[in-house]
């Protein structure tokens, strides 16, 4: 099983929609959460980070439900430049301060 | 904010040469770099943690001899990528702690990657 999984998609949404993506680790021992944005051939960049009281930033909210191991991320209103892959991210768990990446969940906003 | 600059972007070399990549955190000491490789729809797999003034931790898997990891200062560690073949190409990136600035992110800073691509 792999440490962290997603969805791989690609979700196709039109412009406006509302999209999730899920993300599920198999570590109970993990200690901190991200969402990464990842554009075709670029480095990852951070997106934000995910706690247990749920966070929000402008259309992104995250969520974490420790019990489950889930992550979540909802975009609302999406944008043609919301466009690109979503990498769920989780640190420690025995690995100590190393990030261990989800395979991404690819998104395409259209016209 | 914290910025790590990664050199080259892309390198095309032959088989059987070796390519060195660097990666130097710009305004804030790095003792802790970690290398990452990335293959077409795959995600970032660690490679290997790279200590300053010591030797690099490497993940199961990774050929500590093909891939050599320096930090020899708190601020550069480079990646030579030994007797490259075409299976080795991949999309490269590093990653820097600054411990100080980053804090919502618990330090961690990406370089822009490097392609490479053996032929």
């Known amino acids: 099983r792999k440490e962290v999984e997603q969805d791989p998609g690609p979700f196709n949404v039109p412009e406006g929609a509302t999209v999730a993506f899920n993300c599920t680790y198999s570590?109970?021992?993990?200690?901190?959460f991200f969402w990464y944005r990842q554009d075709c051939r670029k480095e990852p960049k951070l997106l934000m980070s995910v706690y247990s009281s749920g966070n929000e930033d402008g259309r992104f909210t995250a969520q974490l439900n420790r019990a489950s191991q889930y992550i979540s991320l909802l975009i609302r209103d999406s944008k043609l430049s919301d466009s690109a892959t979503y990498l769920c991210v989780v640190r420690g768990g025995g690995g100590g301060n190393k990030l261990t990446f989800g395979t991404g969940t690819q998104l395409k906003v259209e016209l | 904010g914290a910025v790590v600059s990664q050199h080259p972007s892309w390198v095309i070399c032959k088989s059987g040469t070796s390519v060195k990549i660097e990666c130097r955190s710009l305004d804030f000491q790095a003792t802790t770099m970690f290398w990452y490789r990335q293959f077409p729809k795959q995600s970032l797999m660690l490679m290997a943690t790279s200590n300053e003034g010591s030797k690099a931790t490497y993940e199961q898997g990774v050929e500590k001899d093909k891939f050599l990891i320096n930090h020899a200062s708190l601020t550069l560690s480079t990646l030579t990528v030994t007797s490259a073949h075409p299976e080795d190409s991949s999309f490269y990136i590093c990653s820097a702690r600054d411990l100080v600035t980053s804090k919502s992110n618990y330090g961690y800073t990406f370089g822009s990657g490097t392609r490479l691509t053996v032929v």
């Open positions: 570590n109970s021992a993990s200690q901190s």
